[in-house]
């Protein structure tokens, strides 16, 4: 399985999970990278949605697990529209992945919705 597989796999992580890969001779700074992370999270409640829009109103990519057993169907609809409304706003895109995670992009970055090599 695949780095990116892992990371966007069905499964919550820790910050342990994720292992830093040392690249040598890249500065990111230099590169403007640094300017957009990638940011992870949980949405176990109607208050995670603040955190999220911040983040994605600041430039950044938010991938969240979403976690159904802790929401109601009804609350989950309410943070889906919040969030589309977001990403709306920005100029940005949102995707579902399968039943577990959210993918949110701020303005500029689209997501395709076709896997690589397909």
């Known amino acids: 399985m695949g780095l990116m597989s892992k990371l966007l796999g069905g499964n919550s992580h820790s ?12 500065d990111a700074s230099e590169a403007g990278a640094a300017s957009v992370q990638v940011r992870f999270t949980d949405i176990s409640e109607k208050n995670d949605v603040i955190d999220i ?3 994605v109103y600041d430039g950044d990519i938010v991938i969240a697990d979403i976690i159904r057993h802790t929401t109601s169907d ?17 100029g ?5 992945k399968e039943d577990d995670q959210l ?3 701020p303005a500029g970055v689209g997501i395709s919705r076709s896997k690589i090599g397909r």
Request: cysteine-free.
């Open 15 to 26: 910050a342990e999970d994720y292992v830093e890969l040392d690249v040598d001779d890249f």
């Open 53 to 55: 829009k911040d983040a």
């Open 74 to 90: 009804r609350t989950m609809e309410h943070i889906l529209d919040e969030l589309k409304q977001v990403a709306n706003e920005v």
């Open 92 to 96: 940005g895109d949102i995707v579902q």
């Open 103 to 105: 993918i949110i992009t």
